[in-house]
């Protein structure tokens, strides 16, 4: 059974995400603001945390830099606020997922059962033989889950692997934006090309000289060729 941290200081949306996890069969603990989220992470184990930006005492952000320097946990961020900056700054955190409040608990189910299913997959690749990918100066070494670019190793957000992997795995294969939204999310699409848009984006600056590769294809989405 997977255990799910759930930290908002709204009681109601509290309840609300026990009672959809409960009925997908995870165990869900709570706490309501982001100094309890710490200290209890730093003595259970969660496999996943859904955590909340706009709280008392200590923030979403704050929370989250401190528990992912004590442990890697995947987070699925909440905010009433959809702005582009606070995804951009989510992500670079390192979080998986945002999602912008009111949202549908029933979608917010998918993308826990989402992130979940990747990181089992991450986590069983380990025993699989190395597979790396060299272009000029770009080295992917997908089993290290790592990127170098001209000899210097670069650190990106979950996403930003995901995403990578994803189109070098596809390279020469024109991928259009819902596929790559199915694919690499893990859930069905539901029409917000903003959250597509955003992590091309930090893609595009982690790559540097070498975004080249990640073609737009105007009306369709983009290819990756080398």
């Known amino acids: 059974m997977y255990s ?4 908002d200081d709204e009681e109601k949306i509290r309840t609300v995400i026990r009672k959809y996890g409960e009925f997908e069969g995870y165990k869900i603990t709570e ?4 100094i309890e989220a710490v200290e209890i992470c730093r003595t259970q184990d969660f496999d996943l945390i859904i955590l909340d930006i706009m709280m008392p005492e200590l923030d979403g952000f704050s929370a989250c830099r401190k528990i992912k320097e ?10 009433a606020r959809g702005e582009e900056y606070d995804k ?3 992500f670079e955190l390192g979080i998986d997922d945002y999602v912008v409040k009111p949202f549908s608990p029933r979608e917010l189910m998918m993308r826990v059962k989402a992130v979940l299913s990747r990181r089992n997959v991450s986590d069983a690749g380990s025993d699989i033989s190395h597979e790396v990918f060299d272009a000029e100066g770009l080295h992917i070494d997908f089993t290290g889950r790592t ?15 995901d995403l ?16 790559l939204i199915t694919d690499v999310w893990g859930y069905d699409y539901y029409g917000d090309d903003r959250t597509l848009d955003t992590h091309i984006k930090l893609l595009r600056s982690s790559l540097r000289d070498y975004r080249k590769f990640l073609v737009t294809l105007r009306g369709v989405g983009y290819r990756f060729e080398t």
């Open 4 to 7: 799910i941290l759930v930290v």
């Open 31 to 34: 706490v309501s603001n982001g």
């Open 70 to 79: 004590q442990k890697d946990i995947p987070v699925i961020m909440l905010s």
């Open 88 to 90: 951009i700054h989510g």
């Open 147 to 161: 990127v170098t670019i001209d000899g210097e190793k670069v650190n990106m957000t979950p996403k930003e692997y």
């Open 164 to 179: 990578l992997f994803y189109f070098v795995r596809n390279k020469g294969i024109a991928l259009t934006r819902e596929k």
